[in-house]
Structures are given as C-alpha cells and as structure tokens.
C-alpha cells in the first residue's frame, strides 16, 4: 500500500510504538539502523532494541505530550549520531495509541561543525600568538627599551615580523575564503593559456629566497604547452609549493619546476630533494594548520595555510593534487589538470 512505500523509501528510521511500547511499525531504515527484523513486528521495544538512550526517550516521549527531541550515538558498523524526534500518536478523539519516532542521520553535519569550531580555535591560537608577543615588546619598549636605541631598535624589528606575520596569516585566511566563495558559487574563468610563462612567474616570485639559500630552481615546460586555467590562482599555488620546497631544502640543493602532457591530462610537478615528508603526515598535510613540525614551521614565517589554499586553487580547476615523499631524499607534488 501507499503509506508503506512511502515508509519504505524513506531514509529516514521511522518506529512506531503502543502505548506498551511494542512495536507496531518500521521501515527499511529503522530496521537496518537498529537491528530490528520483520518478525520483531509485535515485540516490545525493549526486547528488540540494546540501545539504552532509545529507550529512555522512548519512555519520556510516551509519556509527555509534548513533541520531544534528542541527540544520539547509534554504533553498528561505525558510531552514528541521529536527531531523534518523538511525537504521540492520537486517534481521532485524542486517545493515545502510541508515539512515532523519526531517526534522522547528522553524522555529517555533526563532523561539520566540528570542523568549524576546531578552525575556529586554531584561527584564534594561530592569531594569539603574534599578538601576545607583540604586546610584550610594546610593554617593554614603553617602559624601558626607549631609553636604550641599540635595543629598541632590536625590538622594532621582532614587532615588526610579528606583525607580518599576523598578515601572512590574515591574507591567507581571505585567500582560503575567497576560494571557497568561488567553488560554492561556481564562477570562475578559465583561459586556455600558456603554462610555461606562468611558471615562470611563480619561479620569479621565489627566486630571492632559493638565492639566499643557494638553492637552484630549475624548470622544463615545452613552451606550446597550453591549459584551461586561471592563471593568477596557478600561479599562487605553484608558487606556494616552490615555496615550501625552498623553505624545506638544505641550502644548495635544488628545486624543479616541470610540466608535460600526460593522456588527457597536464601535470605540473614540484620536485625538491629536502627531507621529505614522515609517511604518517602525508593524509593530513592538505588541512588547515597542520604541519609537521609546528615550531619549525612558524619560525620559517609559514602560516600552515599554504597548502590548503593549493588543494582548494586545484580543486576550482577539477584537478587533483598528490604527493610522494621519501624521508631522507624529498618531495615531489603533482597537479593534474584536465585538458578540456
Ligand atoms: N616540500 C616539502 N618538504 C617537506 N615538508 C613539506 C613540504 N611541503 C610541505 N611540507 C610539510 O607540510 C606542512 C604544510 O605545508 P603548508 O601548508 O605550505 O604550511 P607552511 O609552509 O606554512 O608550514 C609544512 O609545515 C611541512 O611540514
Ligand atoms: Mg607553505
């Protein structure tokens, strides 16, 4: 009948019990979520259902009038969280004939919002650390350091990459959201363009750095290679892995810059010969913040951002981006980009 299929294809867990809490209806999803059968149709909700916190709101929504709500871990194959809602059931003249619970799945929602809250707490931790020193020096400047030029000057300058910090922080941050506003609304131009000056640039842009260590930035890209790209935003995220090849080489090593057609796809890679990334690291190195070494990273001026900002530029462009790394001999980093 009608009102079973409609049960039946929903996602939802729908149960349904007397006022004695037998079972008088599941579906599909009720019966897959909490292990219920077909034959338990009848059985008291007791029996059937181990999950302890169910059957206490079970009790509470039988006997309250009110509809009533609450959030619960379900652990079959893995832990689940389900907002379970709980109404009574009337008859036409208002006599109690049971209640109906609804298990709706916010798994996902619920791994969202701890996202966000742990973004949120390393944004403020991340930012609370340059501020706290750059109110420290202030202090002292104020109260002694002024008198004393040779140290006040000293003190200008740690004020001074502090605040630049914070800025590399801060502009990373808009950058990361900016790149999320482009991929929820989808607009974005790619311009067949050629991908050889782009690297270039992003080249250009480290070359100071790669100078002072002595380190060698090589680069190979046939020169009628094309690709569908944003070239600005390549040459950000090319330029942010260079970067971190530089950062993490010892002084005389070199770094290589490479593009070339492979099938239906363009790859750029970034090859170092530094210290590699630990294998355990590798499936985290994309999130925000994380970095294998904090204290090291921080003191290089690394935000911990410059990676997620690659994988959201590559991802506006539907490529992918992968690492291989061996400890001890180096990094390469590839961007797979889709020839239209
Ligand atoms: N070429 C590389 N060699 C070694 N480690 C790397 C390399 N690139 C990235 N990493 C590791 O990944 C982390 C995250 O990189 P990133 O997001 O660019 O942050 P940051 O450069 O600000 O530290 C780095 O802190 C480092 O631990
Ligand atoms: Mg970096």
């Not at 599909?28 to 979520?33: G, K, P, Q, T, V």
């Not at 970067?243 to 070339?260: C, I, L, M, Q, T």
């Amino acid at each position: 009948n009608e009102i079973e299929a409609v049960l039946s294809s929903m996602l939802d867990a729908v149960l349904v019990v007397d006022c004695d809490k037998n079972i008088l209806r599941q579906n599909h999803a009720a019966e897959s979520l909490l292990g219920i059968r077909k034959e338990d149709h009848g059985r008291s909700l007791e029996e059937v259902v181990r999950n302890s916190a169910l059957l206490k709101f079970a009790e509470k929504a039988l006997a309250g009038e009110e509809p009533t709500a609450v959030e619960l871990a379900v652990v079959r194959d893995r832990e689940k969280i389900f907002q379970v809602h709980g109404t009574l059931l009337k008859d036409g003249s208002g006599r109690k004939l049971g209640a109906v619970f609804v298990l709706n799945d916010i798994t996902g929602l619920k791994k969202l919002e701890r996202i966000r809250s742990e973004f949120v707490a390393n944004v403020s931790h991340e930012l609370r650390t340059p501020i706290t020193a750059i109110k420290g020096f202030v202090e002292t400047l104020k109260e002694s350091a002024l008198q004393d030029p040779e140290n006040a000057r000293k003190f200008l300058d740690i004020l001074e990459s502090h605040t630049n910090r914070l800025n590399a922080i801060i502009e990373d941050l808009l950058m990361l959201s900016r790149l999320e506003q482009s991929e929820e609304s989808g607009e974005i131009a790619l311009v067949e363009t050629p991908l050889k000056s782009i690297l270039e640039s992003a080249l250009e842009l480290n070359r100071a750095k790669a100078e002072e260590k002595k380190i060698s930035l090589e680069l190979d890209a046939p020169e009628e290679l094309k690709a569908k790209i944003n070239s600005q935003l390549i040459e950000q995220a090319v330029s942010n892995l260079i970067d971190n090849a530089v950062k993490f080489s010892e002084p005389g090593k070199s770094v290589r810059v490479r593009a070339e057609p492979r099938e239906k796809e363009i790859v750029i890679t970034v090859s170092d010969f530094g210290p590699g990334i630990p294998r355990e690291h590798i499936p985290r190195i994309f999130e925000r913040f994380y970095r294998v070494d904090k204290g090291r990273s921080r003191k290089m001026g690394g935000t911990g951002l410059g990676l997620a900002i690659v994988k959201h530029i590559v991802q506006l462009h539907k490529g992918r981006v992968c690492v291989e790394s061996a400890e001890g001999k180096g990094t390469k980093f590839s961007i797979y980009l889709s020839v239209a």
